[in-house]
Nanobody, 113 residues
Framework: VQLMESGGGTVQPGGSLRLSCEAS????????ITWWRQAPGKEREWVGD????????DYSESVRGRFTISRDNAKNMVYLQMNRLKPEDTAVYYC???????WGQGTQVTVSP
């Protein structure tokens, strides 16, 4: 099982980024996928998740209305579209196969003027 995030970077407040999570080594279309983040000095925080068929995304209060999770089961990909970014969104972002210990290596997102 492998999960690999990409798409992080530095962006100004109010900007946008799209993160990708590429999965391999398992039957992707039967598993929900979650996004998490960890800011310096803080615990890892759940951002949101998406059901196996992509029909039921859910989000934390801190990102709802700004972030959108989607997936393409034909490509074994999950995406995190992040809009109206704030400095407090600065963190390392991870994807995880739900209810498992399979995590990606993370991608850094920095929101700074």
């Amino acid at each position: 099982v492998q999960l690999m995030e990409s798409g992080g970077g530095t962006v100004q407040p109010g900007g946008s980024l799209r993160l990708s999570c590429e999965a391999s080594g398992f039957t992707f279309n039967v598993y929900p996928i979650t996004w998490w983040r960890q800011a310096p000095g803080k615990e890892r925080e759940w951002v949101g998740d998406i059901s196996s068929d992509g029909s039921m995304p859910d989000y934390s209060e801190s990102v709802r209305g700004r972030f959108t999770i989607s997936r393409d089961n034909a490509k074994n990909m999950v995406y995190l579209q992040m809009n109206r970014l704030k400095p407090e969104d600065t963190a390392v972002y991870y994807c995880r196969r739900s209810n498992s210990n399979y995590w990606g290596q993370g991608t850094q997102v920095t929101v700074s003027p």
